[in-house]
């Protein structure tokens, strides 16, 4: 992509899962536009929306007075998402391991894993109070003609 198609929007949104949809379908925007192909950008999308739900959830406890923050940038090479909540805060080292037998059959705990999954870098920070999760997906070179 071009730099000359170089986006950015940031969009602040109430905890509800309203706003989650939102972030999702403007997730599915950049990743159309940024030029991923149609088998990833759903992962990109699931993956963003996994974010935006552990912020509403879990970081802001869906309380109707915090709220969060969903930034997309678009660049030559990648797509960058940051999701920041107003919670308590994460220690991703503390989360239980989705894949562990007593896990297994949980029916929640997996955001996290399938987010690293579909994502090139993930990158937590600490807010003080709240989390900044950082996702980026890069785009793959061009590859010459055969």
Known sequence: MPDSTTSRVSLTLGSTLESVDTVGRTAEDFAQRAGFDPDTVPNIVMAVREAAINAVMH???YNPV???TASFQTSSDSLTVRISDQGP???PSSLPDPL???NL???SGRGIFLIRAFMDEVHFRQLHPGTELTLIKHRAPA???A
């Open 59 to 61: 970081g802001n406890a």
């Open 66 to 68: 915090k709220r969060f």
């Open 89 to 91: 805060g994460l220690d």
């Open 100 to 102: 562990a037998p007593q």
């Open 105 to 107: 059959l949980r029916g």
């Open 143 to 145: 590859q010459p003609a």
